[in-house]
């Protein structure tokens, strides 16, 4: 698919915006080289659990699923790992945040923590949406899909 990466990744992208915009209006300061780290790690960890729901979307819209039902069974399946994914990615790296004695480590595992929950809650929430908004692009950019089925 060539829409997909870019409506996934624009997806993920947001959420690490909204996560290095906290720290702006809390006016809290950050190392420099946070924004890099955190927007590669973030990117890199989170980015899995677009794939799995996008993955599941596209199963049913070939199956000849309408696109809402597509959202919903997707979702349904899973969001359970997603969740659970998320959980452990934030209690990995916020326990290591809160026990490190280096600024910079414990302030990068903090942002990290709070970028596992905002992907997390950006992909059950946001996502779906954008699924469906772009139901039409998907389908004409995704091989696999045959002109007039869906």
Partial sequence: SISLPVLLVSTIEFAIFVNMG????TNTSIPF???????????????????LMTTKYLEERKKGAKKQDAVKTALDSSIS???VSGMCFFAATFGVGVISTIDMIGTLCTLLARGAI?????????????????DKVITKTTLGFKKGRI
């Fill in 118 to 134: 905002v992907s997390m809650i950006v992909v059950i929430f946001v996502l779906p949406s954008i699924l469906l908004l772009f």
């Fill in 22 to 25: 906290v720290p702006y209006l």
């Fill in 33 to 51: 080289v946070a924004s890099i780290v955190i927007g590669t790690i973030q990117l890199g960890a989170t980015i899995d659990y677009a794939i």
């Fill in 81 to 83: 790992s997603i969740i």
